[in-house]
């Protein structure tokens, strides 16, 4: 069983940073891909950035320049490095792993609010 277990949300000042971390637990288990989805009320789920295990990045466009994922693969933890935030940044942010088989896991979700 694989538990993600995030940490590092909070309320931040627009222009401020923040900085989100996943820890994976569990044994015997590798994860593909880690990454960042956000909620924010009234808005569809979308991705913000996911990492390989070979350190592939992919970020949402809206995030680029600005946010910076990086992993573990040792530790298997994720780490999102949040930078210049935005009020449309604020959101209930969720850690998320993929394994080759296709099954996924996800975090429970660390508040990020943005606002002076």
């Known amino acids: 069983q694989v538990q993600l277990v995030e940490s590092g949300g909070g309320l931040v000042q627009p222009g401020g940073s923040l900085r989100l971390s996943c820890a994976a637990s569990?044994?015997?288990?590798?994860?593909?891909?880690m990454g960042w989805f956000r909620q924010a009320p009234g808005k569809q789920h979308e991705m913000v950035a996911t990492?390989?295990?070979?350190?592939?990045?992919n970020y949402a466009y809206s995030v680029k320049g600005r946010f910076t994922i990086s992993r573990d693969n040792v530790k298997n933890t994720v780490t999102l490095q949040m930078n210049s935030l935005k009020p449309e940044d604020t959101a209930v942010y969720y850690c998320?792993?993929?394994?080759?088989?296709?099954?996924?896991?996800w975090g429970q979700g660390t508040q990020v609010t943005v606002s002076s």
């Open positions: 990492v390989s295990d070979d350190g592939t990045t």
């Open positions: 998320w792993g993929l394994r080759s088989s296709g099954v996924d896991y």
């Open positions: 569990g044994s015997g288990f590798h994860i593909n891909i």
